[in-house]
């Protein structure tokens, strides 16, 4: 499924994608990844005008991380923001919102936690967390979805 993704990203943010995963185990593992392709590619040509997608924080919300403080779903959002900072300004960074599954519907604890606590006064889910700490189309960040 990974392998498609690059041209539905291509055709929804309407710029060239070229893929290169580098998933990880929590998103701490992520932000690592994004930090040791940073210091590599620093001083490429093209480094200040390269965007980066990060549909990342999925395995914070599964298993062992799930239950670890330091790796569990609050720990997303900081990550993504740490990672947004890693780019240089003018850069594009755009995080994707997190889904939940069939297996979650509307209403369910997992849906509240991920997507929408149905509470607009807390906005404490994943995606609202997101969506507050990247609230719209800019350079260096984009709205979630």
Same mark, same amino acid.
């Given at each position: 499924?990974?392998?498609?993704?690059?041209?539905?990203?291509?055709?929804?943010?309407?710029?060239?994608?070229?893929?290169?995963?580098?998933?990880?185990?929590?998103?701490?593992?992520?932000?690592?990844?994004?930090?040791?392709?940073?210091?590599?590619?620093?001083?490429?040509?093209?480094?200040?005008?390269?965007?980066?997608?990060?549909?990342?924080?999925?395995?914070?919300?599964? +298993? /062992?991380?799930?239950?670890?403080?330091?790796?569990? &779903? %609050?720990?997303? *959002?900081?990550? #993504?923001? =740490?990672?947004? !900072?890693?780019?240089?300004?003018?850069?594009?960074?755009?995080?994707?919102?997190?889904?939940? +599954? /069939?297996?979650?519907?509307?209403?369910?604890?997992? &849906? %509240?936690?991920? *997507?929408?606590? #149905?509470? =607009?006064?807390? !906005?404490?889910?994943?995606?609202?967390?997101?969506?507050?700490?990247?609230?719209?189309?800019?350079?260096?960040?984009?709205?979630?979805?």
């Amino acid at each position: 499924m990974t392998q498609v993704w690059p041209a539905y990203l291509a055709e929804l943010v309407g710029v060239p994608v070229i893929y290169k995963g580098v998933g990880g185990t929590d998103i701490q593992d992520t932000k690592q990844r994004l930090t040791d392709w940073v210091e590599v590619h620093r001083s490429d040509p093209d480094f200040a005008t390269t965007g980066h997608l990060c549909w990342c924080g999925h395995t914070n919300l599964n +298993g /062992p991380n799930s239950k670890d403080p330091a790796k569990d &779903y %609050r720990t997303i *959002v900081p990550a #993504l923001q =740490d990672m947004a !900072a890693l780019l240089p300004p003018g850069n594009f960074f755009m995080p994707i919102g997190l889904t939940t +599954g /069939p297996e979650t519907p509307w209403g369910s604890s997992s &849906y %509240r936690l991920t *997507v929408d606590d #149905l509470d =607009d006064a807390t !906005a404490t889910a994943v995606n609202e967390r997101m969506q507050a700490a990247f609230p719209a189309p800019t350079p260096r960040c984009a709205a979630t979805w």
